[in-house]
């Protein structure tokens, strides 16, 4: 599930390439048309799918509308890689355990939007990401894998975005095996 750019979509499909990963990414659904994701799916020749959430009179239409599509792809995992709405239990029910979310802050600082921008703002000198399963609560849930940033002094938004992305590239594969292997267990 994508909303913007999708750079962590691509790193979750080379990383299935790749064989770091041992799975598939069977489906993108993306919620805003022509976004960076869609066109990223449209090269790699992922299967992609639009699911418009203007589209849809509530949010528990729009997770329903998710679901469907989910089952018909047959997917086991489904990984929120910048899903830019909020999800209801309708969704985090249908996949108990098996929903993922990526957050550019070390929760639980910095929940909601514009993490990197909370944290400029607050001072710190270490900020990060966090892989986590998803519960209804926004931004909450298990932590699955956590990668620490430093701030540099100079930094501006992007130069302190990227440097978290990258580390959010490297973790959601992490994340998504860690999680397929608690589900095993
Ligand atoms: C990431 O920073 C993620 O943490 C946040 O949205 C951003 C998505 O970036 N939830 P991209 O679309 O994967 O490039």
Redesign the pocket.
């Known amino acids: 599930m994508?909303?913007?750019?999708?750079?962590?979509?691509e790193g979750l499909v080379a990383a299935c390439r790749s064989q770091q990963l041992a799975a598939e990414v069977a489906l993108l659904v993306v919620n805003n048309p022509g976004c960076?994701?869609e066109q990223r799916a449209a090269r790699l020749g992922v299967p992609c799918q639009r699911i418009d959430h203007r589209d849809h009179a509530s949010r528990q239409s729009l997770d329903r509308a998710l679901i469907e599509a989910f089952r018909q792809a047959q997917v086991d995992l489904v990984v929120m890689?910048?899903?830019?709405r909020i999800v209801t239990p309708v969704l985090v029910d249908a996949y108990p355990d098996r929903l993922i979310?990526?957050?550019?802050s070390l929760l639980p600082s910095f929940r909601g939007l514009d993490a990197v921008g909370q944290a400029l703002a607050a001072g710190v000198q270490l900020t990060g990401?966090t892989a986590h399963l998803v519960r209804p609560e926004v931004d909450a849930g298990p932590v699955l894998v956590q990668a620490a940033v430093p701030v540099h002094a100079g930094d501006d938004h992007d130069s302190l975005?990227a440097r978290?992305?990258r580390q959010?590239h490297r973790i959601l594969p992490l994340a998504v095996a860690l999680a397929a292997a608690r589900l095993a267990a």
């Open positions: 994508a909303s913007g750019a999708g750079s962590n979509f960076g994701a890689a910048g899903w830019m979310n990526i957050h550019p990401c975005t978290i992305q959010e």
